[in-house]
């Protein structure tokens, strides 16, 4: 059986500092927790085995390849990342520059690093409806710094590519997708996430 996210609306006077967040994500390390601008709280389980599989056969091959190009480095979706609206969001995967990394203080990197990645993923799993993804990867679009978004629909064999100040590109069943021009050479055979 599979749930949906579980929704937490905070007033304002209960509101939790970024630090505070950080460690209530520490302290509940099973779930995978977001906020969005707001302060409102999404609270998940962790993913089923099928999609926890599909999230690997995404993040693998891009870590590869990521390994190989040396320009930047991959993020599972384990790691948190703070929007430049407030939001702490966790994409399924992600990739960033090098330099963009680097020109972090070591604080920033060690809690929710305070940037989008350059490339996010989202993968819809059987329990999620699309509509909060694709506002998720709207909200992904909108920061600095992001160059690329992929929003994997597997239930309908459909791959939402994102670009900033684009229109969303709808892939429908494709066998690949290329990374170009953000990841150099990356291809994604989709026949290892369908």
């Known amino acids: 059986m599979y749930s949906s996210p579980i929704i937490f609306r905070m007033p304002p006077e209960l509101q939790m500092t970024d630090e505070q967040f950080f460690e209530f994500c520490q302290i509940n390390r099973d779930l995978r927790i977001e906020r969005n601008q707001f302060g409102d709280f999404s609270i998940m389980s962790p993913t089923g085995s099928e999609t926890g599989n599909r999230e690997g056969n995404i993040f693998g091959p891009l ?3 990521s390994q190989e190009d040396g320009t930047g480095i991959t993020f599972s979706s384990s790691t948190g990342f703070k929007l430049s609206t407030g939001a702490q969001r966790s994409p399924d995967v992600s990739w ?80 690949t997708v290329s990374g170009d021009p953000v990841l150099p050479g990356f291809v994604l055979k989709m026949s290892q996430i369908w």
């Open 63 to 65: 870590w590869v390849w």
């Open 96 to 175: 960033m520059k090098l330099e963009r990394w680097n020109a972090l203080s070591p604080e920033e990197q060690q809690k929710f690093a305070p940037i989008c990645p350059d490339f996010v993923v989202e993968l819809r799993s059987p329990s999620d409806n699309l509509k909060p993804l694709q506002e998720k990867m709207a909200e992904y679009m909108a920061e600095p710094g992001v160059q690329l978004g992929w929003l994997i629909d597997r239930q309908n064999r459909k791959v939402y590519v994102y670009r900033p100040g684009l229109p969303e590109e709808c892939l429908e069943n494709p066998a």
